[in-house]
């Protein structure tokens, strides 16, 4: 078994290695000295702090071991810079405290750590003395196993959940992280998932920001139990053969009084010009990039997350909030021009390069997906051919245009055929994740199924359509929680899913449809291999806007993993129609979402189906299928002639 153990440091004294690369702005592994750490030499035993405060007068450590009052624990100021230490041998473990900070103006406060490894459960707002752990890990097999990984060519479907509404218990109270192993992770594996990705887990104050605003950023929230129930939880979905992705929010942060704004009574994680500062749309600060120690603690912190509790990925959030200055700001607030007269924060590109670069030295396969609603290209390409050096990002433009189309009555479809095929002219630009995200059924946004129109059937019957071509189409997976079995009501961000739904035959078709689609995915080849590259692309037909159909290939190693796909965005059922295929043979159907099994009119191609030599769409020889209404439709040539025509040609 693989053993971690917990921040402990060694000895009592910081090296200055240590303090030399946190000023500089190159210490990625900071919180191994900062904050509160139990340690020990051969002479003393006891609980070293270490905070940057270089504006304040004074430091002491304050909290239940001293009613609060930290005169007889004063910190010492150990350089120029800003760093006090001190080390006490009377504090015990698990016991809240805070920094009272003294700035030359007369201002004082009681600010909690910014590098404290556990927080109070709110509305209490202290940091907590962490405690000696020392976890014994159970996933060297699946660490093993990622070290040969290649995300690029593997499936890669994704669901999203909030941990405290995905399911809460009868009294309303939430289940821990160790608690939600046994509940979650069957029902993962059963709808066929490769990976969870979980809202943000930091500390934050307000359950209404959802975990978007932190003021504890190396502490797990406290509300679903401590970091060793959550390493557990982390465990437990490797050992089910399930990666966890986290969301992470380096673009800003809250204004709560405990938390980093004026952390020593001026600015020093924010900017110091408030216009720079201030998120108004938001109520948030935005980090100083530029500056090298909230580098370091920033870094740090994704490394944090990766290498004490064996994190698979990092989705971080609003990537291009920190790289436009101006981003979301109204028309005629003033705008903020960089040194050469753009928009762009040159310091938050640095940064983010800064930081890919860390994360793939630390491991290479991490998965690092940027949430970007810009069109800046080379997101995922390296930083040396002056790309940002993400892997992954967010297709916010698929997203926005295909759930646009999809609202639309299928009579307006025809005219806005484009938005359907509008996506394939640059999506071999990135490495693209396609979401339906928690931020597309927030409140006044209806859910996914609710979008749909028409009737209840119709609108199922679309939703089936819309999952299936997210599928089919190029790119990664990703789905809010709840989808799965079509939520009517918008994500209620205080109570758990409607799992009464699934009592209803509709409802828990859908569930039975994404978990089939799921696996079908992951069991096709030519859904993923290629998905960032155009040769595992080619379109049959893009053009039949009249009858809002589109057919295409995918296409993977060989030739037999090739499947037709054909999705018919209209109510009609068009009979002996007309398919070019790219050689002779015989065809079956092998997955349709209009089954009578996933809630559909059963409109099934039952039969095989002989191609006729003669060109259609460009190919030379075409099938006659039938289509079936508001539905996904996948081919593929049979498996016993793809080997007989290979031995032939052998």
């Known amino acids: 078994m693989l053993k971690l153990k917990g921040l402990i440091s060694l000895t009592v004294d910081i090296l200055e290695e240590d303090i030399y ?4 702005g190159t210490h990625f592994h900071s919180y191994q000295f900062l904050g509160c750490h139990f340690v020990q030499d051969q002479t003393k035993r006891g609980y070293r702090f270490a905070v940057w405060a270089p504006h304040a007068t004074h430091v002491e450590v304050a909290g239940d071991f001293n009613n609060w009052n930290g005169s007889s624990h004063s910190l010492e100021k150990v350089n120029a810079a800003g760093l006090w230490t001190g080390f006490f041998t009377d504090i015990p473990a698990q016991t809240p405290y805070k920094y009272h900070l003294y700035h030359e103006s007369g201002w004082n406060g009681l600010k909690a750590d910014p590098y404290a490894f556990q927080s109070e459960l709110r509305p209490k707002t202290a940091s907590l003395t962490p405690h000696s752990s020392v976890y014994e890990w159970g996933d060297n097999e699946w660490q093993s196993n990622r070290q040969h990984y290649t995300p690029y060519e593997s499936p890669i479907s994704i669901y999203e959940l909030h941990f405290g509404t995905w399911k809460q218990k009868e009294d309303g109270s939430y289940y821990t992280y160790a608690e939600m192993a046994d509940v979650l992770l069957p029902y993962i594996q059963n709808l066929g998932y490769t990976h969870i990705e979980l809202m943000p887990l930091s500390e934050h104050p307000f359950d209404l920001s959802w975990g978007y605003q932190i003021t504890g950023y190396y502490s797990v929230t406290s509300r679903y139990g401590t970091p060793d129930e959550f390493r557990y939880f982390v465990d437990k979905c490797h050992q089910a053969n399930i990666g966890v992705i986290m969301d992470w929010v380096p673009g800003h942060f809250c204004k709560d009084e405990h938390g980093l704004r ?37 870094i740090s912190n994704a490394l944090f997350w990766l290498k004490e509790f064996h994190i698979d990925g990092i989705r971080v959030d609003a990537v291009a909030s920190m790289i436009y200055l101006n981003f979301d700001r109204l028309d005629d607030d003033p705008e903020i021009k960089n040194t050469y007269g753009e928009e762009e924060n040159l310091e938050a590109i640095a940064f983010l390069k800064k930081l890919n670069e860390a994360v793939f030295a630390f491991d290479e396969h991490i998965l690092m997906m940027a949430e970007d609603s810009s069109d800046v290209p080379l997101i995922t390409s390296p930083t040396y051919v002056g ?3 993400f892997n992954f990002k967010w297709n916010m433009g698929w997203m926005n245009d295909m759930l646009k189309y999809m609202e639309m009555d299928p009579i307006h479809r025809k005219w806005n055929h484009h938005l359907l095929t509008f996506s394939y002219m640059y999506t071999y630009s990135e490495n693209f994740v396609l979401p339906l995200s928690h ?12 979008k749909m129109p028409g009737d209840q059937w119709q609108q199922f019957a679309q939703l089936r359509l819309l999952y299936g071509y997210m599928m089919a189409h190029p790119g990664k997976k990703l789905l809010f929680m709840g989808g799965e079995f079509a939520q009517y009501i918008e994500w209620k961000d205080q109570e758990d899913l409607d799992w009464h739904l699934l009592k209803y035959p509709l409802h828990d078709a859908m569930k039975t449809y994404v978990k089939e689609l799921n ?15 155009p040769k595992g692309f080619e379109w049959i037909d893009p053009d039949n806007k009249d009858q809002s159909i589109v057919a295409f290939m995918r296409k993977g190693e060989t030739d037999q993993d090739t499947l037709i796909i054909l999705c018919n965005f209209t109510p009609n059922v068009y009979y002996d129609y007309k398919v070019g295929v790219p050689s002779p043979g015989t ?4 997955f349709n979402s209009d089954t009578d099994r996933f809630g559909g009119s059963h409109q099934l191609n039952s039969d095989e189906h002989f191609s006729f030599p003669q060109k259609w769409h460009g190919l030379d020889q075409h099938i006659k299928i039938k289509v079936p209404p508001f539905a996904l439709t996948v081919l593929q040539k049979r498996p016993e002639e793809m080997t007989n025509n290979e031995e032939e040609l052998a």
């Open 21 to 24: 690369l946190f000023h500089q």
């Open 262 to 298: 004026q952390f020593d009574g001026e600015p020093l994680f924010e900017y110091k010009d408030p216009l720079k500062a201030d998120k108004p749309s938001w109520g948030t600060l935005t980090f100083d990039f530029g500056r090298p120690e909230v580098q370091s603690f920033l």
């Open 387 to 389: 790309g940002l050096g």
């Open 439 to 450: 931020d597309e059924v927030v409140h006044g946004k209806k859910s996914l199924v609710n």
């Open 519 to 533: 696996h079908f995915y992951k069991d096709s080849p030519a859904l993923y291999v290629y998905d960032h590259d």
């Open 587 to 590: 065809y079956q159907e092998i």
